[in-house]
């Protein structure tokens, strides 16, 4: 027995995300990382939420809009180093659970360092990281 699946194929000019393709899949998703407790982790995830801001899914994973990729060496023995020039366009595809429960699919790129140091600034909630949202409805 498969699960329900959606493939998201998403484009990026810079930092402007754009979803350009939503497929229902018969196949089972990446399991979930913890959705809860990791107010204190840095680095880039996307979240499955509800229209209550429930976490349904969390994925971890490498950031597709990275400003500054890795780059290889065509020297020996040279390590991998970051290129001083940004990518600037690409694609990528995330694979999630299909659910009734689903409303929306947000990326968040979390600093806990940066989120400490905003909150010390403003005496409020500091930013949560998030840098694009989607509807996961089926009609949008």
Request: positive net charge; glycine residues 4%.
């Amino acid at each position: 027995m498969t699960a329900k699946s959606v493939r998201l194929i998403f484009e990026y000019d810079g930092d402007q995300i754009r979803l350009i393709k939503r497929q229902e899949v018969d196949m089972i998703p990446p399991p979930s990382a913890a959705k809860s407790g990791f107010a204190q982790e840095a680095g880039f995830w996307l979240e499955v939420r509800t229209a209550g801001m429930q976490v349904l899914h969390r994925q971890i994973m490498r950031d597709p809009v990275a400003t500054h990729p890795e780059v290889f060496s065509n020297e020996p023995g040279k390590t991998i180093t970051r290129s001083n020039e940004p990518s600037r366009k690409g694609a990528f595809t995330v694979v999630v659970p299909e659910s009734t429960d689903n409303d929306h699919l947000a990326f968040v790129r979390a600093n806990p360092t940066a989120r400490s140091e905003a909150e010390k600034r403003t005496f409020s909630a500091a930013p949560t990281g998030e840098i694009a949202r989607f509807s996961m409805k089926k009609d949008q």
